[in-house]
């Protein structure tokens, strides 16, 4: 497995913005919370899509979607105290979650991220 995605990443990759080509590299084996695929897919519909372009867009990338559990739930509630200074929303907590039940790094855009002491490494796309 290559990490676990965040939305900015997977939009970076979308809107061909830097760190696109980083991201692009690593979809092989990278996976994604049905969380943070809600936020990618409620962006494109934000930008114009359709529900269903936003789907097929989201279709075409084809990133393996995980879902909630109790245990990323409560890991999820958990970080919110120590990610709170930094603005962290749920979807981005439930990216450190799973990437931190998964043994794999958290793979984003937002650089706050690093300033955290977190349960997971983070790469930065840019």
Do not use: Y
């Given at each position: 497995?290559?990490g676990?995605?965040?939305?900015?990443?997977?939009?970076?990759?979308?809107?061909?913005?830097?760190g696109?080509d980083f991201?692009?590299?690593?979809?092989g084996?990278s996976?994604?919370?049905?969380?943070?695929?809600?936020?990618?897919?409620?962006?494109l519909?934000d930008k114009g899509?359709?529900?269903s372009?936003a789907?097929?867009?989201?279709?075409l990338?084809?990133?393996?979607l995980v879902?909630l559990d109790?245990?990323?739930?409560?890991?999820?509630?958990?970080l919110r105290?120590?990610t709170r200074?930094?603005?962290?929303?749920?979807?981005?907590?439930?990216?450190?979650a799973?990437?931190?039940r998964e043994?794999?790094p958290a793979?984003t855009a937002?650089?706050?991220?690093t300033e955290?002491a977190?349960p997971?490494?983070?790469e930065?796309?840019?």
């Amino acid at each position: 497995m290559s990490g676990v995605l965040d939305a900015s990443a997977v939009l970076a990759l979308l809107n061909d913005e830097p760190g696109s080509d980083f991201v692009r590299a690593r979809l092989g084996g990278s996976l994604m919370s049905l969380v943070n695929a809600i936020e990618v897919g409620t962006k494109l519909v934000d930008k114009g899509l359709s529900e269903s372009q936003a789907r097929e867009t989201l279709d075409l990338i084809d990133i393996p979607l995980v879902g909630l559990d109790h245990d990323v739930a409560q890991a999820s509630v958990a970080l919110r105290a120590a990610t709170r200074s930094r603005g962290l929303s749920l979807a981005d907590r439930v990216c450190i979650a799973l990437a931190a039940r998964e043994g794999l790094p958290a793979i984003t855009a937002d650089r706050s991220w690093t300033e955290l002491a977190l349960p997971c490494t983070v790469e930065l796309i840019r």
